[in-house]
C-alpha cells in the first residue's frame, strides 16, 4: 500500500510563497500519477495539479496556472508543490494524492490520500 505524508503548510501574508512537499512509501509503483487537491471550510475538494512519474507530464487547474509548480522526485518519490503570488482565496486544507486511474482532475481517480496540511493566506 502507499502512504502520504504532507509538509509545509503555514500562514502567509498574500503574495508570498509556500513550498508543499509529499512523501510517498510503500508500491508507488502501482500508481502512475499523483495529484495536490485542496478544501475549503464550506466547499468541495478541488483539484490544484498533477504530475505523472513517467515523462513529468503536468496538469494545472486554471486558478493556479502561472503560480504554482508541481515537480516529483522520482528517486526520493516525493511530490512537490511550488506556490507563489498566494491569494486569500488558495486558503485551504492541501491534500496529496496517488492516481489510480480515470480523469486526472477528479477526487475518485485517487485511492490513497494524505492527511492534508493547512495554507492560511491572510490579506
Known amino acids: 500500500q502507499v502512504q502520504l505524508v504532507e509538509s509545509g503548510g503555514g500562514l502567509v501574508q498574500a503574495g508570498d510563497s509556500l513550498r508543499l512537499s509529499c512523501a510517498a512509501s510503500g508500491r508507488t509503483f502501482t500508481n502512475n500519477a499523483m495529484a495536490w487537491f485542496r478544501q475549503a471550510p464550506g466547499k468541495e475538494r478541488e483539484f490544484v495539479a498533477a504530475?505523472?512519474?513517467?515523462?513529468?507530464?503536468?496538469d494545472y487547474a486554471d486558478s493556479v496556472k502561472g503560480r504554482f509548480t508541481i515537480s516529483r522526485d522520482n528517486a526520493k518519490n516525493t511530490v512537490n508543490l511550488q506556490m507563489n503570488s498566494l491569494k486569500p482565496e488558495d486558503t485551504a486544507v492541501y491534500y496529496c494524492?496517488?492516481?489510480?486511474?480515470?480523469?486526472?482532475?477528479?477526487?475518485?481517480?485517487?485511492?490513497?490520500w494524505g492527511q492534508g496540511t493547512q495554507v492560511t493566506v491572510s490579506s
Open positions: 494524492a496517488a492516481h489510480r486511474g480515470g480523469p486526472l482532475g477528479v477526487p475518485s481517480s485517487y485511492n490513497k
Open positions: 504530475i505523472t512519474w513517467v515523462g513529468g507530464t503536468t
